[in-house]
């Protein structure tokens, strides 16, 4: 595959482009990759240069549970974001109303089966569009994101608040 194939914003793991592709020793990208393409897109958030192949071949510094059956690690999560220069806050669930502004979220919520990461962008109305969770991206606060997740029996428990680096003006 091209280097350099620039697919944007991500917003389905199982997409045929990558879905079958290794996550840690025994997962795939389909059914255990939501974390990387949560990273991968406030990485590409943030620096539109960015594309998936090369954030994919530097995969190895993402650490996965159970060699990748059960996805990404969450202190992974936060050690990625800080490599990659963000700023990092950790948010409560409960406290996922408050009005602080980022440039970008990561969600990681439990259910009956498992857990799904998901990647929040923010839009200059104070909503974030979300990817990886619905059919297609949809924008909503915060807040909202997290109600909907309730009502489907997901049940929000890290939120990470990010902050894009600042870009030096030219």
């Not at 997962?27 to 994919?56: H, S, V, W």
């Not at 857990?115 to 909202?144: C, E, Q, W």
Request: proline content about 4%; overall charge positive.
């Amino acid at each position: 595959m091209n280097e350099s194939t620039d697919y944007g914003l991500l917003n389905s793991q199982t997409d045929e482009r990558y879905g079958a592709r290794r996550y840690g020793r025994f997962g795939t990208m389909a059914k255990n990759g939501c974390g990387i393409i949560a990273l991968y897109n406030i990485e590409r958030a943030a620096d539109d240069q960015t594309r998936f192949e090369p954030f994919y071949a530097a995969r190895k510094q993402i650490k996965t549970n159970f060699f990748g059956l059960l996805g990404t690690r969450p202190s992974s999560v936060t050690k990625n974001l800080q490599r990659m220069g963000f700023e990092v806050t950790k948010i409560r669930p409960k406290q996922a109303n408050c009005t602080e502004p980022f440039d970008g979220v990561i969600v990681l919520a439990w259910y009956w089966f498992g857990a799904h990461y998901v990647a929040g962008i923010a839009n200059r109305d104070g909503t974030y569009t979300f990817y990886n969770h619905f059919t297609k991206p949809a924008s909503m606060t915060l807040s909202a994101f997290l109600d909907n997740q309730r009502s489907i029996k997901q049940h929000p428990v890290r939120i990470w608040g990010v902050r894009f680096p600042k870009k030096e003006e030219q």
